[in-house]
């Protein structure tokens, strides 16, 4: 069955670079379009990245861009979100996403950014 685990949460200072990783399992990854998001204690889940099956094309939200980086090994079956210059409004529970038939999520892991 469709499987995706998220990695590489934790806690960071205002400014601090975090890595997340996906991994995949249960499709054909290069296929599937691959997307981050992230949900806020009391706000929407909104989308963060996404990035395309052969990593050609690329999408971030505005509060992201030029500090966030997508990628993705299809031979490792992985996806990654780089996180630089991390700002306290970047904490959330960030969980990695596909639509390959039906909608599948990751389990999600939790990014706190904090003085």
């Known amino acids: 069955q469709v499987q995706l685990v998220e990695s590489g949460g934790g806690m960071v200072k205002p400014g601090g670079s975090l890595r997340l990783s996906c991994a995949a399992s249960g499709f054909t990854f290069s296929r599937a379009l691959m997307n981050w998001y992230r949900q806020a204690l009391g706000k929407e889940r909104e989308l963060v990245a996404s990035i395309s099956g052969a990593g050609i094309a690329t999408y971030y939200a505005e509060s992201v861009k030029g500090r966030f980086t997508i990628s993705r090994d299809n031979a490792r079956s992985t996806v990654y979100l780089q996180m630089n210059s991390l700002k306290p409004e970047d904490t959330a529970v960030y969980s990695c996403?596909?639509?390959?038939?039906?909608?599948?999520w990751g389990q999600g892991t939790q990014v706190t950014v904090s003085s």
């Open positions: 996403n596909t639509v390959f038939g039906s909608t599948y």
